[in-house]
């Protein structure tokens, strides 16, 4: 059973950076043919989708994601990751992976001075 571990997510500061990473276990040698996203959720917000890349590396990102945020995989390692850069109390949130229609449990990203 394929299980999503994200990781990276904390405390950071306004105008930092961060990476986010997503572990795919048990994926096995069909982890290249998913597509996989990323997702946030702010308190009191709907989720929102920051960013999509298919198995051909195709990406596609959210409305004002792009450029700030970088979505990423490995297939040798199994894992996606999103670059985060120029962060603002307002990308504080919850993001979540997707992987080939599975989401991951989430992990809290807290931009605050």
């Known amino acids: 059973q394929v299980h999503l571990v994200e990781s990276g997510g904390g405390l950071v500061q306004p105008g930092d950076s961060l990476t986010l990473s997503c572990l795919c276990t048990?994926?096995?040698?069909?982890?290249?043919?998913?597509?996989m996203s990323w997702y946030r959720q702010a308190p009191g917000a709907q989720r929102e989708m920051i960013a999509n890349?298919?198995?051909?590396?195709?990406?596609i990102y959210g409305e004002l994601k792009k450029g700030r945020f970088i979505i990423s995989r490995d297939n040798t390692k199994h894992t996606t990751s999103l670059q985060m850069n120029a962060l603002t109390p307002e990308d504080t949130a919850v993001y979540y992976c997707?992987?080939?229609?599975?989401w991951g449990k989430g992990t809290l990203v807290t931009v605050s001075a």
């Open positions: 048990d994926c096995g040698p069909m982890f290249r043919f998913a597509g």
């Open positions: 890349m298919s198995n051909d590396g195709t990406t």
């Open positions: 997707i992987v080939g229609g599975v």
